[in-house]
């Protein structure tokens, strides 16, 4: 049983999915209990077409899990999921024994994966794409019939989800062996997961968007549920919160944010790039620049995140420059935060589809009038009540 879960889009399309390949999965109290009837490792239907929207974790982790089935699955989503890689998950899990291929394309959706097991042994995986290739590999290797050892090959990206992924397999039962640096995994098979409850941690990315409230109107804002040893590395977008003249307060199980960011910063946000939108907008509110490095991977999201952030920045009088692997913030010369007698130019902010994009930009508004955030319905991607609860939190 999994306890705090969100009912989001990227959720039902999960469960839709694991239903399709015959994995029953109960939802009550409004999405936030899920009970999962495990199935051993072994799908138990031998083809299935599975649909996953615009949901990277799942087409990444689902297409692992496939190929430890015997049979045909086919796993598509939207137009921008047909552009999102996932050839360096494919690659690796064809060495393991698989045979997985782009049905059109070679390297993207949709998927076919001609599922006879993971025979286990050595693999070779590259790390400068998306952590999520590594973490469906990982989740699906105890199931292989021999041991699993995963060769890191270059710079791993978002090291925090794997760290996560280590730990929560071996909170079910898996053995999960990190070397340094997380240059390699080894991981024990044939070994099946145990069943068991578990508590879901409150979503970290999704509380940046109101610690970034408090650093952009100079408030306050605690948020339950996390704390300074949480598992997702997310929470120390706190810290660069800190280094821009915020106040943090951890606690127990809770942190908290308080006060304005006065000033620019220049960061790496490799380890949490979901936060570099939040961050960058709250630049927009800061005195200096701000320069966001090692997020060239974001470039292949739900949309280009680092040029379609410039795009939007831009639109506020902010001076932005792109780099391959981030950009630098300089905000305009009249500050964002200033209200004067005559209302500022009313400002559209396109979402691209990407809720991350919608989100962060909502907080914009907080100080400055005039702000409309165009199709802000698809934050329901990961967090469907995100307008209520700014709301709440406003008033």
């Given at each position: 049983m999994l306890a705090g879960a969100l009912d989001s889009e990227d959720t039902r399309v999960m469960i839709d999915s694991l239903g399709r390949l015959g994995i029953e999965v109960e939802s009550t109290d409004g999405g936030t209990i899920l009970r999962v009837r495990g199935c051993g490792g072994k799908i138990p239907v031998a083809a299935a077409d599975l649909f996953v929207g615009n949901s990277g974790t799942t087409i990444r982790f689902l297409t692992a899990?496939?190929?430890?089935?015997?049979?045909?699955?086919?796993?598509?989503?939207?137009?921008?999921?047909?552009?999102?890689?996932?050839?360096?998950?494919l690659i690796a899990l064809n060495q393991l024994g698989a045979d997985c291929q782009g049905e059109q394309r070679a390297g993207l959706p949709p998927v076919i994966v001609a599922a006879r097991g993971l025979s286990g042994g050595i693999v070779k995986i590259r790390g400068d794409v998306s952590s999520q290739f590594l973490s469906g590999l990982m989740l699906a290797s105890p199931y292989a019939a021999h041991d699993v050892e995963i060769a890191v090959q270059g710079e791993l990206v978002s090291k925090p989800y794997v760290a996560m992924t280590s730990q929560i397999m071996a909170a079910f039962g898996a053995s999960v062996?990190?070397?340094?640096?997380?240059?390699?995994?080894?991981?024990?098979?044939?070994?099946?997961?145990?069943?068991?409850?578990?508590?879901?941690?409150?979503?970290?990315?999704?509380?940046?968007?109101?610690?970034?409230?408090?650093?952009?109107?100079?408030?306050?804002?605690k948020v339950e549920g996390l704390s300074r040893d949480s598992l997702q590395g997310d929470v120390q977008f706190v810290e660069c919160l800190a280094q821009m003249g915020c106040r943090v307060k951890y606690s127990a199980d809770a942190v908290t944010v308080s006060g304005r960011a006065e000033r620019g910063i220049d960061v790496d946000l490799n380890a949490i790039s979901d936060t570099a939108?939040?961050?960058?907008?709250?630049?927009?509110?800061?005195?200096?620049?701000?320069?966001?490095?090692?997020?060239?991977?974001?470039?292949?999201?739900?949309?280009?995140?680092?040029?379609?952030?410039?795009?939007?920045?831009?639109?506020?009088?902010?001076?932005?420059?792109?780099?391959?692997?981030?950009?630098?913030?300089?905000?305009?010369?009249?500050?964002?935060?200033?209200?004067?007698?005559?209302?500022?130019?009313?400002?559209?902010?396109?979402?691209?589809?990407d809720h991350r994009m919608a989100m962060s930009f909502t907080l914009t508004g907080l100080t400055r009038p005039g702000v409309t955030i165009l199709n802000p319905a698809c934050t329901a991607k990961t967090y469907p009540r995100f307008f209520d609860d700014l709301s709440n939190l406003c008033r």
């Open positions: 899990l496939c190929a430890l089935g015997n049979g045909k699955f086919r796993l598509d989503g939207i137009e921008r999921m047909r552009e999102r890689p996932i050839g360096d998950l062996i990190a070397k340094e640096n997380a240059a390699s995994f080894r991981i024990a098979a044939p070994r099946s997961y145990v069943g068991k409850q578990y508590a879901i941690e409150p979503d970290a990315s999704a509380a940046s968007y109101f610690w970034g409230a408090a650093a952009i109107t100079g408030g306050e804002v939108q939040t961050l960058a907008v709250v630049a927009l509110f800061a005195s200096g620049p701000t320069t966001i490095r090692g997020v060239a991977h974001i470039r292949h999201k739900e949309t280009d995140r680092i040029s379609d952030l410039a795009r939007e920045l831009r639109k506020f009088g902010s001076e932005v420059e792109e780099s391959p692997d981030g950009l630098k913030i300089t905000p305009p010369t009249t500050p964002t935060r200033s209200v004067s007698e005559v209302s500022p130019p009313p400002i559209s902010i396109e979402t691209y589809n």
